[in-house]
């Protein structure tokens, strides 16, 4: 009999196939270790699909995107398609996913592994134990506000025209997002955006305090502007637990704080959409942080724990089963000490290996722990 959960799997451009390959592995060991029982699709999404359909997602995809449980994204672009046009780039194809399937929550944890502390740009005792999880809004602001668009002046001059716009409703489903987080984990929550200079952030900062004093009063809340933010986070960043931030400030604070992990080829993502009323399934993407890395693809040297880890994201967020997601978790955890590394976070005195190997060693962590 068919399965009723679905994942629908969009490996994309570059080293996304490669990638995307280990996870499958992962995944039919969790079918076959823990009777973790899901139907797989695959579709393209990014420069392949502009490639095949003349767009970076084809409708259909779509639709198989909408029907899934979750949908596990590699990654998209590439140099060979930096000249097709504006609505038709790679990047668009995930930004067509985001807005179709709803998914308005971004979830960006970066985690410090003890056995990597050396290899961020700051120093062990600053980073070594980070655990943070930033939550990022997806579907508003500047990215998605109107009016937008280049227009010409005349006399050799153009204007270009983004808006950042929020919402209430934005505002607030975001911060319980964050703060359902926040009261798992220390019940510490910091906001993130510039009231000083911008009426949404001023907005931002009373809606958030709003919620927070209405509904999580056990919460410790704390604001801090954007820049000051970013300064925080490479001065001393274990101050900050879970971190909730509008769609352009999480875009670049959560790229800041992954780099404080030592590679961006380590971490994970979720996006997730709100609950189906009736059923109570939220739509949910998960996807690592790095690019397709049109330079070493094809060549086995990507290294697939950011994927792996977004697929542990989906255990625990749309599959409930967390001590799945755990599990692998520790699995990578174990690779990790024994010194195995892929060339992006590549010590001195370790081993390094390839994608495939990696892989192989994750299942081997997984047969050792999880039998």
């Not at 943070?132 to 227009?151: K, Q």
């Not at 153009?158 to 019940?187: H, L």
């Not at 790095?290 to 693809?297: E, F, L, M, N, Q």
Request: hydrophobic share 45%; with cysteine; glycine share 10%.
């Amino acid at each position: 009999m068919a399965s009723n959960r679905k994942i629908m799997v969009l490996p994309g451009d570059g080293i996304g196939p490669e990638v995307m390959g280990e996870v499958a592995r992962i995944i039919d060991w969790f079918g076959t270790h823990k009777s973790f029982d899901v139907s797989i699709d695959h579709d393209l999404v990014g420069g392949c699909a502009y490639d095949a359909h003349g767009a970076a997602i084809s409708d259909a995809a779509v639709e198989k995107a909408l029907a899934a449980d979750a949908v596990l994204l590699g990654a998209v672009g590439g140099p060979q398609w930096d000249n097709v046009a504006y609505e038709a780039r790679p990047e668009a194809g995930l930004l067509r996913l985001r807005a179709d399937l709803e998914l308005f929550a971004n979830l960006r944890p970066a985690i410090c592994f003890s056995a990597l502390a050396e290899a961020s740009s700051l120093k062990r005792e600053l980073v070594e134990g980070l655990d943070i999880m930033i939550v990022r809004e997806l579907t508003g602001g500047v990215y998605f506000g109107e009016p937008r668009g280049i227009s010409d002046l005349g006399n050799g001059q153009r204007r270009g025209i983004n808006t950042q716009v929020y919402d209430t409703y934005e505002i607030e489903r975001i911060t319980r997002v964050a703060a359902d987080i926040a009261m798992m984990r220390s019940k510490k929550l910091a906001s993130s955006e510039k009231r000083n200079v911008m009426e949404s952030g001023q907005l931002w900062f009373e809606e958030v305090n709003r919620v927070i004093a209405t509904d999580y009063p056990a919460i410790e809340l704390q604001h801090v502007l954007a820049d000051n933010c970013a300064m925080q986070l490479v001065r001393e960043p274990k101050q900050y637990d879970v971190l909730v931030t509008d769609n352009l400030f999480g875009d670049i604070l959560s790229d800041v704080a992954a780099m404080l992990t030592g590679s961006l080829g380590m971490l994970p993502s979720a996006s997730l959409g709100a609950p189906d009323a009736e059923t109570g399934r939220a739509r949910a993407l998960y996807e690592p942080v790095h690019g397709s890395a049109p330079d070493i693809a094809g060549q086995g040297k990507a290294n697939p724990i950011a994927s792996i880890m977004s697929f542990a994201m989906a255990l625990k967020y749309t599959f409930d089963r967390g001590a799945d997601a755990d599990l692998l978790e520790r699995a990578v955890m174990q690779v990790l000490d024994k010194g195995l590394r892929t060339g992006d976070i590549m010590q001195a005195d370790m081993q390094l290996v390839g994608t495939s190997a990696m892989g192989d060693a994750v299942l081997q962590a997984l047969d050792e722990l999880g039998n």
